[in-house]
C-alpha cells in the first residue's frame, strides 16, 4: 500500500497487519530480512520470547507476535526468530495500534551485539600491541605475539558461539573439546563429571564408546589442584589411578569446571607434545568458566523439555481416562436403559400375546364368515408386530451386553446385521444397505464395544446422506486381520476436517445434535482391538471407514 511506502526509509523491518490479522505491507528491509516470508501465522510460529515466563496451555501465547495483535496497548519485547535453516536471530521487537492497523518494528540486536563484542576485542588487541610496542621495539616479536594472541581469542570466541548456540549437552562438549585438541594437538581429549568425590567421562574425542560412563580419581596431588580451581599439567605414565601406564610420559591437563562454588566436572587433554603453557592457561580458564555455565544451563532445559514431555504425557493420559471413563457411564447408563425399558415393555406384550393366542382360538367359532375372515387378519398383524417387538427387545439386550466385559469369540457379520436392526429406523424407506460380507472366523474381542462403533459409523453415515443414498458394508479376512469398511454416498468430509474428527468434543453437527464423542470413543476402541480406523473421503461423492483389527 503506497501510503505505508515511508517506512521504506526506516533502518528496522516493519510490517503492518490488519485487525483480521492480515498483512497489508512489508518494508523492503523486513523482505531482505525475511525473504523466506510466506504468511504471518507461520512467522508467528517461528518467533518466540528470548526469555518466556508465561504458564499456559494456549501454545499462541508463547507467541509475541499474537500478544501484539490481540493487545490494545503498545507491547514491546526481545524475541528470537527461527529461520528456515534453522539459524536463531534476536531482535527488539516493538509494535503498535494506529487506527485499524498493528504497526510492528522489528531491530537486529543480535548483529549489533556481535559488532559490539569485536569492538571490544579489537580495542584489548589494540591497547595490548600498544603496549608491547611501548616495552620493545623488536616489531618482528610483538607482530607475530598479536598475531598468536588473536588465534586465541579466536578460539574462544568460536568455543563461545558453539557453546551460546546450542542446549545440547553432547553438542556443546564434543564441540568445546575438538576446538581445544586441535589447539593443543592431543590424542585424547575428554569431559569428566564429578560427584561424591569421583570423576566419570560423559563425552570424549575422538569418540570412544568403550571410554564413556568409566569411573576413576585422580592421585591426591591433581585432586588437590582441580578442588583449588587451579589447572594441573603434569608429565605422568598414568592418566589416572589404576589406568594402564603409557609407552612414554605424557603431557596430561587437567582443567577444573566450575559453576558458582561447586566443582562439576573436568576437562583432561593428553598430548605427546611437550609445550609450556603461558597465555593457554587463560584461555582454558576462559572456557571453562563458560563451559560450566553451559552445562548447568543444558542441564536445566533438558529437565524443563522431560517435565513439558512429562506433563503432556498426563494430560493425554487424562484425556484418555476421561474419554473412557464417558464411554463406560455411557454404556452403563445405557444398559440399564434398556433393561428397564425390556422389562416395561415385556409385561405389556406378554399380556398382549396371551390375549392373541386366546382370540385366535375362539376366530373359527364366529358363524359369520366376513367378520371371521377380517378379525383372522387383524389377529395375523398383531401376531407379526408382537413378533417384531420382541425381536427388537430382545437385539437390544444382546447389543448392551453389559455381563461381557471379557474377551469373547464373535461372529463380525452377524454383529454388523444386529447394528443394521437397531438403526433400521434412520435407514427405513431411504437408504438402500448393499452387504457384501466375506467368510470370515469367529474373532476374539469385546462384542458390545464393536457394536458401538458400527453403530457411531453407520448413524453418522445415515445422517451424511440427505435424501435417498446407498451405504455399502464389506467384510474381509487375510491372516490374522479383519477388515470392514463402511461406504457411503453422503456429502463427504472436507480434507482438512479428515484430521480432526477423531478428537473429543469435535463436531460437524449443529449445536444439541452430536456432543463429538462418537468416533473419539470408536478410537478408542479400535485401539483396544489392536487395530486402526482410516478415512477415505470426497466431497459431494461420500466417505469410506475402513476398520482393520487384529483376528488373534
Not at 536471530?89 to 531491530?107: E, G, N, P
Not at 425399558?341 to 409385561?347: C, G, L, P, Y
Not at 455399502?472 to 472436507?494: F, Q, R
Amino acid at each position: 500500500m503506497k501510503k505505508f511506502d515511508i517506512f521504506n526509509r526506516f533502518r528496522d523491518a516493519v510490517i503492518i497487519a490488519n485487525n483480521n490479522g492480515e498483512v497489508v505491507y512489508r518494508n523492503n528491509k523486513f523482505k531482505r530480512w525475511f525473504p523466506e516470508f510466506s504468511g504471518l501465522k507461520k512467522f508467528s510460529h517461528n518467533a518466540n520470547f528470548d526469555i518466556c515466563p508465561l504458564e499456559t496451555d494456549d501454545i499462541r501465547n508463547y507467541s509475541p507476535i499474537y500478544n501484539a495483535l490481540i493487545s490494545k496497548e503498545d507491547f514491546s519485547a526481545r524475541i528470537s526468530c527461527q529461520n528456515e535453516n534453522g539459524k536463531l536471530q534476536y531482535f527488539d521487537f516493538f509494535a503498535t495500534k494506529r487506527w485499524r492497523y498493528t504497526l510492528m518494528f522489528l531491530s537486529d540486536t543480535s548483529a549489533e551485539a556481535e559488532l559490539n563484542s569485536v569492538e571490544i576485542l579489537n580495542k584489548k588487541l589494540q591497547e595490548k600491541i600498544n603496549f608491547l610496542e611501548n616495552q620493545n621495539n623488536d616489531l618482528m616479536k610483538i607482530k607475530q605475539k598479536a598475531q598468536s594472541q588473536a588465534i586465541r581469542i579466536a578460539l574462544i570466541n568460536k568455543v563461545s558461539n558453539i557453546i551460546r548456540g546450542s542446549m545440547d549437552l553432547s553438542v556443546i562438549l564434543t564441540s568445546a573439546l575438538k576446538e581445544l585438541s586441535i589447539m593443543f594437538g592431543t590424542f585424547k581429549a575428554y569431559y569428566a563429571s564429578y560427584e561424591n568425590g569421583k570423576f566419570c567421562i560423559q563425552e570424549i574425542y575422538p569418540s570412544k564408546n568403550s571410554d564413556l560412563k568409566k569411573e576413576f580419581v585422580f592421585d591426591e596431588e591433581t585432586a588437590e589442584t582441580i578442588l583449588s580451581r587451579r589447572i594441573s599439567v603434569q608429565h605422568s605414565l598414568k592418566e589416572y589411578k589404576g589406568a594402564q601406564s603409557f609407552k612414554q610420559p605424557v603431557m596430561r591437563i587437567a582443567v577444573p569446571v566450575f559453576h558458582l562454588e561447586n566443582l562439576i566436572g573436568t576437562i583432561v587433554l593428553l598430548s605427546y607434545q611437550r609445550r609450556e603453557l603461558n597465555e593457554e592457561i587463560e584461555i582454558l580458564e576462559a572456557i571453562s568458566s563458560q563451559l560450566g555455565n553451559a552445562i548447568i544451563r543444558a542441564e536445566l532445559y533438558n529437565k524443563n523439555v522431560q517435565t513439558v514431555h512429562q506433563l503432556q504425557s498426563a494430560l493425554q493420559e487424562l484425556k484418555e481416562t476421561q474419554l473412557h471413563l464417558i464411554n463406560s457411564e455411557k454404556m452403563a447408563s445405557l444398559g440399564q436403559l434398556v433393561a428397564g425399558v425390556a422389562h416395561e415393555i415385556n409385561t405389556p406384550v406378554a399380556s398382549i400375546k396371551s390375549n392373541n393366542a386366546i382370540l385366535a382360538k375362539f376366530i373359527p367359532q364366529i358363524d359369520d364368515p366376513k367378520i371371521s375372515s377380517i378379525l383372522a387378519d387383524i389377529n395375523e398383524v398383531d401376531r407379526e408386530a408382537i413378533q417384531r417387538i420382541t425381536h427388537m427387545v430382545t437385539s437390544l439386550k444382546k447389543f448392551v451386553r453389559l455381563d461381557e466385559a471379557e474377551l469373547q469369540e464373535a461372529d463380525i457379520n452377524k454383529e454388523l446385521e444386529l447394528t443394521l436392526d437397531l438403526i433400521r429406523h434412520e435407514t427405513k424407506n431411504r437408504i438402500e444397505i448393499e452387504k457384501h460380507y466375506g467368510d470370515i472366523p469367529l474373532i476374539k474381542c469385546y462384542p458390545n464395544m464393536l457394536n458401538q462403533v458400527f453403530t457411531n459409523v453407520l448413524v453418522n453415515a445415515c445422517q451424511a446422506i440427505e435424501g435417498a443414498g446407498k451405504i455399502t458394508i464389506t467384510t474381509s479376512y487375510t491372516p490374522e486381520t479383519l477388515t470392514v469398511s463402511i461406504k457411503d454416498t453422503g456429502k463427504g468430509i472436507e480434507k482438512s476436517e479428515i484430521d480432526k474428527i477423531f478428537a473429543a468434543g469435535y463436531t460437524t453437527k449443529g449445536v444439541g445434535v452430536g456432543t463429538g464423542l462418537g468416533l473419539a470413543i470408536s478410537a478408542k476402541i479400535i485401539e483396544k482391538h489392536n487395530g486402526k480406523i482410516i478415512v477415505n473421503s470426497e466431497v459431494g461423492k461420500g466417505t469410506e471407514f475402513i476398520i482393520t483389527i487384529s483376528g488373534k
